[in-house]
């Protein structure tokens, strides 16, 4: 690719959040609190499900992965907010803001792909309990997980690759705390209509199909907890799935309102504050999600406090 295919400008400005300048400091400590503990709590998620044989199953084999992409996640977008917060330096290279945007893309294509194969290990399990051990192997989970990191290099390349054909005009200012990139096409001056036309391919494809498979799988899930006789085997199904169902209603319940039913143009505060609801405080709930509504989380929880210190002479 030759040099002047490439954008006309080496840098951009990340706005960042609709605040005043006397609120950086408060909004810096509270996000820093925020960013620590996204990634203390899932990372204590992947340690927990490593170190406790009883969590070796599909379900906490997807959770791992799952918490290993929320703290990619957020480490994609909050450190640079947290710089640009601190040092009161909004500028971005133009190579970083494209790189930023890719990660961003695959990790959140990736998290779809996740919950949908979580959705499908709780659809087996309750569904074809006897059957479980058998079409939920431990080659069926890897394979299912390696195709959601395939599928989601693949898309977030394809946007990635279109992008880098685009130029960019004087206007360099993104009005946004990350390199989003429905605002990059809007600063750009080239014809962004194949970038578009593949933004919705791809959106039908990561988000609409994945969500589509989860409520099959939770319709099958619903049907058969209607047909058990007794109230202890319902709130047992119930419970295999319920951090599970919390997860997707918090994180498809922010993206569906911020792209599928957007704020006006003069409403862009509001787009900026719907992406916080997922690129931060998503990624923060899910370990406590799943610590506080999971028995088997809590009892590994409880089990690491409790193991007794060994001091070497």
């Avoid at 792909?113 to 659809?123: E, V, W």
């Avoid at 939920?136 to 395939?150: D, H, P, Y």
Wanted: net charge neutral; charged share 10%; glycine share 4%.
């Amino acid at each position: 690719m030759r040099p002047e295919n490439q954008s006309s400008t080496s840098e951009f400005l990340l706005l960042g959040l609709p605040i005043r300048p006397e609120q950086q400091a408060m909004f810096f400590t509270l996000f820093l609190g925020v960013y620590l503990t996204t990634v203390l709590g899932n990372l204590l998620i992947i340690l927990l499900t490593r170190l406790d044989s009883r969590l070796h199953t599909p379900m906490y084999f997807f959770l791992s992965h799952l918490a290993l992409t929320d703290v990619s996640f957020s480490s994609v977008t909050v450190p640079k907010m947290l710089i640009n917060m601190h040092f009161q330096d909004q500028s971005i290279p133009y190579t970083g803001c494209v790189t930023q945007m890719y990660f961003f893309i695959f990790f959140t294509d990736l998290d779809n792909f996740l919950l949908t194969s979580m959705a499908y290990d709780r659809y087996v399990a309750i569904c074809h309990p006897l059957h479980y051990t058998t079409i939920m192997r431990e080659g069926v989970c890897i394979l299912l997980v390696a195709v959601s990191w395939i599928l989601s290099c693949a898309s977030a390349l394809s946007h990635t690759l279109l992008l880098a054909q685009l130029s960019f005009c004087a206007d360099n200012a993104i009005p946004h705390f990350f390199c989003d990139l429905g605002v990059l096409l809007k600063l750009s001056c080239s014809d962004t209509s194949l970038n578009e036309l593949v933004i919705f391919t791809a959106g039908v494809a990561v988000i609409t199909i994945p969500l589509i498979c989860i409520l099959i799988s939770y319709g099958h899930i619903g049907a058969t907890i209607l047909k058990v006789p007794s109230t202890r085997g319902i709130c047992k199904a119930l419970s295999t799935c319920g951090s599970h169902l919390s997860v997707v209603s918090l994180y498809y319940g922010t993206i569906i309102g911020l792209y599928f039913f957007p704020s006006s143009s003069s409403s862009s505060d509001k787009n900026i504050i719907a992406s916080v609801m997922y690129t931060v405080i998503t990624p923060l709930l899910n370990p406590f999600i799943y610590s506080l509504r999971n028995r088997d989380m809590k009892g590994s929880l409880e089990k690491l406090l409790n193991r007794p210190i060994v001091l070497c002479r």
